[in-house]
T-cell receptor, first 115, second 114 residues
Framework: AQSVTQLGSHVSVSEGALVLLRCNYS??????LFWYVQYPNQGLQLLLK??????LVKGINGFEAEFKKSETSFHLTKPSAHMSDAAEYFC?????????????FGGGTRVLVKP | AAGVIQSPRHLIKEKRETATLKCYPI?????VYWYQQGPGQDPQFLIS???????DKGSIPDRFSAQQFSDYHSELNMSSLELGDSALYFC?????????????FGPGTRLTVT
């Protein structure tokens, strides 16, 4: 079984400040890890993914995440927040070896960007 | 680029009615997933299909059924609707064997049961 825990359901940052969203996972098999962003009343858009290649993954919109196996973490960062980053962010895990590759999501973190 | 298409985008039904949601995957994608997202909640996996066969099953109620057709589109059939079925239903698609297993999500169907 797999699970994801996102620390902090709400994060408030100032425009231009560092964005740090925390994600810890649990998996009995090597995982694939993902970060998705969801804007109000919209679907989920893939930001980035970890697939057992490089541990530091760069994604769209200036986001990046680092896979740390020893800490079972996959935290998402962005050096400088922009107003357009206000959204909900979901960390997700899937099983590399499963036929279905279903995603198990964390509870989400809503980001508020203050001017 | 073509994306996942879901129809309808909004649906209002009464209790005990039935609903059918449709999903058209990205061209050449052979795997379809259905997720349910309740208000203020994270998406929960319902069911998936690969090459028209069910590949995995999650927390899908027995009142729901789904299938994937020869053109790879999928339909989620929901019967005896309950108030608690009100949610955003997402379909996602992927290409089997593609490294990373990334899924591309549609815009969702918002189902309201009154």
């Amino acid at each position: 079984a797999q699970s994801v825990t996102q620390l902090g359901s709400h994060v408030s940052v100032s425009e231009g400040a560092l964005v740090l969203l925390r994600c810890n996972y649990s998996s009995s098999v090597p995982p694939y890890l993902f970060w998705y962003v969801q804007y109000p009343n919209q679907g989920l858009q893939l930001l980035l993914k970890y697939t057992s290649a490089a541990t530091l993954v760069k994604g769209i919109n200036g986001f990046e995440a680092e896979f740390k196996k020893s800490e079972t973490s996959f935290h998402l960062t962005k050096p400088s927040a922009h107003m357009s980053d206000a959204a909900e962010y979901f960390c997700a895990v899937s099983d590399q070896y499963a036929a279905g590759n279903k995603l198990t999501f964390g509870g989400g973190t809503r980001v508020l960007v203050k001017p | 680029a073509a994306g996942v298409i879901q129809s309808p985008r909004h649906l209002i039904k009464e209790k005990r009615e039935t609903a059918t949601l449709k999903c058209y995957p990205i061209p050449r994608h052979d795997t379809v997933y259905w997720y349910q997202q309740g208000p203020g909640q994270d998406p929960q996996f319902l069911i998936s299909f690969y090459e028209k066969m069910q590949s995995d099953k999650g927390s899908i109620p027995d009142r729901f059924s789904a299938q994937q057709f020869s053109d790879y589109h999928s339909e989620l059939n929901m019967s005896s609707l309950e108030l608690g079925d009100s949610a955003l239903y997402f379909c996602a698609s992927s290409q089997h064997g593609q490294g990373g297993g990334e899924q591309y999500f549609g815009p969702g169907t918002r189902l309201t049961v009154t």
